[in-house]
């Protein structure tokens, strides 16, 4: 099984290779023209917008004899690759361009392990398929993951077992983040650590909706609320409304006695670009 590759990104594309499969799908930040034609030659499949936000899978290679799974042609309806940390992910395309991971993440995970205090309990807010914490279940971590699709978290319990991770001393929680988060608050729980992931909008189980420029301060504070004294917390946003100084500015006010970190997410393409894809933040 090969690694997954990112080889290149532009026009609004971004073309990568996922073990046996090259793909092209959308990639709005890439508004520049690609750094290198070539790469984007003998593609499986692309992702074409039909309605909305919404499309297929369209086969590149003999169109005619490719076996189409039910979002279009040209990849199958899940297969398996490796990140650089030798985690093996299912990767199942969707009909909105989404793999079931969010490579992104990869670049800082593993720096994870060493940033957590390894006994503590450790929060995963929107934890989707497990990206930014399958490298600490295999250090050893124990941590509570929160999602509301269910969806995600098959695919979070299906990526443990492809790593022969147990579940013992995990918690998969499938409810809305807000509420969860309300009845930890009120039994007074405490975790060493919180990572979240918050989306720029979502729905809950309920149709409950998060949208991060009008919540992302009270998902702050109900963390705060949740973080033990030597806590620490990573929150990963991919908002175009939000500045690494706003964020600055605002977990350092949230979290006056500790060090507050904010990076560019920056995932770099094997054509030499570094694709941008959101801010990480590390408060500690």
Not at 117 to 127: S, T
Not at 144 to 151: F, G, H, L, N
Not at 209 to 223: G, R, S, T
């Amino acid at each position: 099984m090969s690694k997954y590759r990112l080889l290149d990104c532009g026009n609004g594309q971004k073309v990568e290779i996922l073990g046996d499969y090259k793909v092209i799908r959308p990639c709005p930040q890439a508004i520049w023209k690609p750094f290198n034609p070539k790469l984007w030659e003998d593609a499986d499949s692309l992702f074409e917008r039909t309605t909305g936000e919404k499309g297929t899978w369209k086969a590149l290679k003999n169109p005619d004899n490719q076996k189409r799974n039910k979002l279009g042609g040209g990849t199958p309806e899940n297969w398996e690759v490796k990140s650089d940390s030798g985690i093996t992910w299912r990767i199942r395309p969707n009909d909105f361009g989404n793999i079931g991971v969010f490579t992104e993440h990869w670049q800082y995970a593993p720096s994870l392990v060493n940033f957590f205090d390894k006994k503590g309990k450790i929060l995963n807010l929107f934890c989707y398929t497990g990206s930014n914490n399958i490298d600490l279940v295999k250090a050893g971590y124990k941590v509570t993951v929160v999602d509301s699709s269910s969806v995600a978290l098959d695919d979070y319990t299906h990526n443990l077992g492809l790593n022969r991770l147990s579940r013992d001393g995990q918690r998969l929680i499938l409810e809305d983040v807000h509420k969860f988060i309300v009845r930890e608050v009120r039994r007074k729980a405490q975790y060493d650590g919180i990572i979240c992931d918050a989306p720029s909008f979502g729905r809950g189980t309920k149709g409950e909706v998060f949208n991060i420029e009008e919540d992302l301060i009270k998902l702050l504070e109900a963390c705060k609320e949740l973080l033990s004294p030597k806590g620490k917390v990573v929150l990963t946003l991919h908002s175009p409304r939000f500045t690494p100084r706003i964020l600055e500015t605002v977990c350092a006010q949230l979290f006056p006695k500790k060090k507050v970190e904010v990076s560019e997410i920056l995932n770099p393409c094997e054509s030499g670009v570094k694709l941008p894809s959101g801010f990480l933040v590390k408060i500690g």
